[in-house]
């Protein structure tokens, strides 16, 4: 299965937070290992915990090694809820894609990541 794929996958689960997620914005998270989707997240509701954040909650298996797929770039703030970079940095998960048509934040959010996530690609 292609990145592509699995951001598509991704996509339709964040239209899940659709009666709920706003004023935030709605996204979806996969974490896929070896080719295989092992857990799957959405910002169900504002105030809640964030996708990807659900999506690490709902892994099936240990997340090392895997490759978080998310819809928008993971926040690097406390607001509501902690920052999911701070979550992903201790997940130890060395891959990520996001697709984010909002980019204002995430020079800061792409460079923290970094410092233990090498193969991003957004
Ligand atoms: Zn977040």
Redesign the pocket.
Known sequence: MSDEYFMKMALKLATRGRSWASPNPMVGALVVKKGKVIGRGWHRCCGES?A??NAIADATQSVKDSTLYVTLE??CHHGK?P??TDLIIASKIPAMNIIDLSITIIVDTIDRIKTVCPYICD
Do not use: A, D, G
Request: proline content about 25%.
């Open positions: 964030h990807e954040v993971p926040c809820t920052p999911c």
